[in-house]
């Protein structure tokens, strides 16, 4: 699993960063010895430095979530894109995979964000403002509703019929459903987003497995020249989609 | 502090307006410095064609842009309000790195209309001094379009423009825009290839009398080689423009029309991964002596110049005012002060209009390729009786329709299940959105100042963006708005779809990166902080460049204005500050 998140391309970039400054720390040069100064070389280009993404492991389970927090996310995710006759939902796309991935590296860290305090709930209008990073944030969400379905319903929500659980995640993104420690709503939001990208992102972070999201609403995928097809008005897009590291055909009868 | 030996230039940040700057001064053999707080950026290699259309590294994961953890700001709606951090990105998207938001744009490139320039005289003029209430900051800006004609014809054979002009030297041309002030030639390159749902809506505003045009691109249609000697390529309309890299030289920034040049000069350098803390006044407060940057190992030094020219992003250019004491920072209780003043943005709305039986293939695109109409942009309609003055672009713009981006509306909580996954396969391939792009006029209460709580890495107070539409803007907005729907209607969808624009500015959803004000220029030092030339009116060695120097934020987006203005300073610089370096290019 690729902690860091910055790929093998981002950490060869970091690396050729500090060989430079340890460099100029020996007494190359006396100021702004951490910068990178370049001059009249015409623009620096390194071999092997292109920062190539990094694909998700999805030979194994769950890296982050414990088993009653990977039944809910199955089961909610399920409710949210299920499988039916158009194709295949959530579960078989790998959603919960993909999140999991996701949650166990930065994104789940909040490494980008702005996570210092004082803190304060603020207005609808200033954003997020919970202490939470998502990893934390789905930790507590998901305790807070097993403990609120299993009070009203004695039942782990995974464990509850699927209207049952289309009542309890409208209720949760309304706002009428409340959680000890974790405002409901927001966590609604994080997870219907995280769902969204999980079906609907490249395949190489874990989701939309066989292009199940793509070929559901027929996006083509990560297709460099459409040129062709601009001016083809109204015409069906005639090729079958196609994700970064290409598409299972390539690879598989 | 240990000092490193003097330079010519020093130049603060290196997007747009800083790669051209420092162009035109090596070209005056002047001995010019750059830092950059981010990384360098090569489109090629950091955006190849084989893995740069990732809907959820760049867009979601938001790899291209500042990131919060460095450096944020906080917001607030008023002063009655605690302003907050942003501790995610929502709104819009500062660039980190070389080329700066300029690697992430659309390519968008318009020019002001000539009325835009005299905001406040023009409107007064034609409407009485009641069409601009009292609390309604806005000022002429101290520079006419014809003065700045040129320079945007500089920018756009810069960028390759992919374009049809609609006046030539005052005779209005067929297929351009008919409102746009006179321009001295055709655009280098012609319009992108029109796909169908800007096309359908082109049919239908020009069936209601309106004037639809292609939109300007800095999204290449063929070959191009500019004057700089720089080649480029087409366009291959794979949809992912709009924030993210081109790795394909199709889309300009400063990377694929300048750098290639630039970097090749022994009077140029650029230091990377190098941040600046803070302007440093000489010791009678009339000139910058230097500046005090940061090295990615935390050291820091002052680096003296003779010249100095700020070109980080908007905001960043005035916290670093403001950190730095340069200039009285504005007070909107007393309406005193200048730094921080006038800031303003951009507001936008959509119309979704889906059809039964026409496939729109909403994937394709490039970051400016659509069908626009002005006809309700600037003074080009009658206000008499609107309640409102300025107003803003509609049309198609067909940027792509990425997949979660398009699906998921963090403001709608109710998009999921078994229903919403039917009417999602069904519909996708045929739905799409007019957009409205609107002016915002300045206010007494929206302006930029300190924060007295959050800090940085650094330690440094962040920006406080106190912020939020007036009455002028939501009754502009949704006037377009109004108009947007009956031109989808007259497309004959099956569903047509309105989303105004409601309530206060929200800093979640993204709505555009066009923040603009906080270092205004104008014709006395009194109400502006930079004269026409951008250089500071009580500092003159020190030039301010982007969308910081804006009166008011007028319907179009900034980047063509703010690349026309670098280049109308930067010609003062070098035929007339230099042989007088020091002194005022406008006197007081």
Known sequence: ?253 | MPQAPKVDALIVGFGWTGAILAQELTDAGLNVLAVERGDWVDTATDFATTFAQDELRYYWRKELFQRPAHETLTVRNNVAETALPMRQLGSFLPGVGVGGAGVHWNGQTWRFLPSDFVARSHNIERYGKAAVPDDMTIQDWGVSYQELEPYYDKFEYLCGVSGKAGNLNGAIQPGGDPFEGPRSREYPNPPLEMPYAPTLFAQAATSLGHHPFPHPASNLSRAYTNPLGVQMGPCTYCGFCEKYGCGNYSKSSAQTTILPVLMRKPNFTLKTNCEALKLNLAPDGKSVSSVTLADANGQTYDQPAELVILSAYVLHNVRLLLLSGVGKPYDPKTGEGIIGKNYAYQITSSVRFTFDDKILNPFIGAGALGMMMNDYNGDNFDHTGLGFIGGGYIGVLQTGARPIETLFDPGDLTAWGADWKKKTARDYLKTFFIATHGAVMSHRGNYLDLDPTYRDVFGRPLMRMTFDYTDNEHRMSDYLTDRAVEIAHAMNPREVKPKYRKGSWDVVPYQTTHNTGGAIMGTDPKSSALNKYLQMWDVPNLFVMGSTAFPQQPGYNPTGTVAALAYHAAEAIKSQYLKAPGQPLVQA
Request: proline residues 7%.
């Open chain 1, 1 to 253: 699993m690729d902690s860091d998140g910055l790929g093998d391309g981002g950490r060869a970039r970091l690396s050729r960063r500090r060989l430079l400054s340890a460099g100029a720390l020996l007494g190359a040069a006396p100021l702004g010895v951490g910068a990178e100064a370049i001059r009249g070389s015409g623009p620096p280009w390194t071999p092997n430095t292109a920062a190539y993404p990094q694909a998700a492991d999805t030979g194994h389970r769950y890296d982050f979530f414990t088993g009653p927090e990977a039944a809910f996310v199955e089961a909610a995710a399920e409710r949210m894109i299920p499988k039916d006759e158009l194709g295949p939902g959530a579960v078989e796309a790998g959603v919960p995979i993909f999140i999991d991935r996701q949650l166990a590296g930065d994104f789940g860290k909040a490494a980008s964000w702005y996570m210092q305090g004082p803190w304060a709930a603020g207005e609808k209008t200033q954003g997020y403002q919970s202490r939470y990073t998502p990893a934390q944030m789905y930790r507590a969400a998901i305790a807070g509703i097993d403990k609120a379905t299993q009070r009203a319903s004695n039942a782990t929500f995974a464990r509850l019929g699927g209207d049952d659980q289309d009542a309890f995640l409208k209720r949760l993104a309304s706002g009428d459903q409340q959680l000890d420690g974790v405002d409901a709503k927001s966590y609604f939001k994080l997870l219907l987003q995280n769902v969204m990208e999980g079906f609907f992102s490249d395949p190489i972070y874990g989701g939309n497995r066989d292009m199940a999201g793509w070929k559901l609403i027929g996006f083509p995928g990560a297709r460099y020249d459409l040129t062709a097809y601009v001016t083809q008005h109204g015409k069906p897009f005639p090729l079958p989609p196609v994700g970064i590291t290409g598409r299972p055909a390539w690879t598989r009868s």
